[in-house]
């Protein structure tokens, strides 16, 4: 199975003020078909995760334009740009390229 | 709207079943994978099954094969995962979820608590 590690694993952030996470696998992610099936995931407290980033640097809908996502082969980055203190949560990278798909471990990310 | 609403979560003792459902709505069902993600209590998010569009292809994650079960229904768009011989370490809130890795297409219900323990 694809291991995913993340970096941090606890995030204090200034609201305002840029924030970065990092997810690294212990594969390539690229799939057999050119696409690299990596994502980004927001857990809000006391809610259901939301898929913020897709293939790496796509964003969902309704996704503010503050998130983005970078990377490649196995080293990926999400910024959010100016943090908000709606983005207060538990970030979860997740490859999709291979089965099981497997998420890293959360980056908690709170405000000072 | 899409809606994903899961039901069938409760206190089971280890060795016991129980049936999860998922009633879908506000998308086309037979169109797109589904999956159940499960969340320990405190702990991160695991993928446990998926099945494709037909339901003719399943997958599971090593720890539930040969315990758990994936179907649909696309006729009553609804979703099931069967849950036999069951372990404390099964206890999670259970995510019914419906992805895409190509396109913009990603929900997830409000899940369903199964708590395993005697």
């Known amino acids: 199975d694809v291991v995913m590690t993340q970096s941090p694993l606890s995030l204090p952030v200034t609201l305002g003020q840029p924030a970065s996470i990092s997810c690294r696998s212990s594969?390539?992610?690229?799939?057999?078909?050119?696409?690299?099936?990596f994502n980004w995931f927001q857990q809000r407290p006391g809610q259901s995760p939301r898929r913020l980033i897709y293939?790496?640097?796509n964003r969902d809908s309704g996704v503010p334009d503050r998130f983005s996502g970078s990377g490649s082969g196995t080293d990926f980055t999400l910024k959010i740009s100016r943090v908000e203190a709606e983005d207060v949560g538990v970030y979860y990278c997740m490859e999709g390229t291979q089965w099981p798909w497997t998420f890293g471990q959360g980056t908690k990310v709170e405000i000072k | 709207e899409v809606q994903l609403v899961e039901s069938g979560g409760g206190l089971v003792q280890p060795g016991g079943s129980l049936r999860l459902s998922c009633a879908a709505s506000?998308?086309?069902?037979?169109?797109?994978?589904m999956l159940w993600v499960r969340q320990a209590p405190g702990k991160g998010l695991e993928w446990v099954a998926n099945?494709?569009?037909?339901?003719?292809?399943?997958q599971y994650v090593d720890s539930v094969k040969g315990r758990f079960t994936i179907s649909r229904d696309n006729a009553k768009n609804s979703l099931y995962l069967q849950l036999n011989s069951l372990r404390v370490e099964d206890t999670a809130v259970y995510y019914c979820?419906?992805?895409?890795?190509?396109?913009?297409?990603?929900?997830w219900g409000q899940g369903t608590l199964v708590t395993v323990s005697s």
């Open positions: 594969q390539s992610l690229v799939n057999s078909d050119g696409n690299t099936y």
């Open positions: 979820m419906t992805t895409s890795r190509s396109v913009a297409h990603d929900y």
């Open positions: 099945i494709n569009q037909d339901g003719n292809v399943k």
């Open positions: 293939k790496v640097s």
């Open positions: 506000g998308f086309t069902f037979s169109s797109y994978w």
